[in-house]
């Protein structure tokens, strides 16, 4: 068991895996594969379509909004806490950054924690135990009782 310290954190909770990818556009895809890949065994009750579309939109917004002075990656981790499943991205830079846009009709951006807030039981967003930014999500009743 680990202790989240971060992402909503605080819960003792089973660390089901983790990736670590670089800030480039064909991570966001390569981390959907590792998701669907990686979470297979534990067979999720939930909707692997949604996790992974949550999962694009905040690796898409790492990879957008990260800052840093010196090369940088993002982290990917997933946990189960009894029956809810958490995903947990972390990247550089600040945190208060974090926030859900309200976009126009014709904006072609800006509607990614929309989604999350939409799909998700609930999100989070603060500074993260490896240094910059933490967004996580959580869906429950991911596992049967």
Known sequence: MNDITDGQGGQHAELLGAMTLYPVPESVSRARRWFRKFI???????????????????????????????EWLVRVEWFREGTALRVVVHNPGFPANVRMRRPGANDAHGRGLLLVDALAHSWHAGPSRLGGTVVSFVVADAWPS
């Open 40 to 70: 297979a065994p534990y067979n999720p009750a939930c909707s692997l379509d949604d996790c992974v579309l949550m999962i694009s939109e905040l690796v898409t917004n790492a990879i957008v909004y990260g800052q840093a002075d010196d």
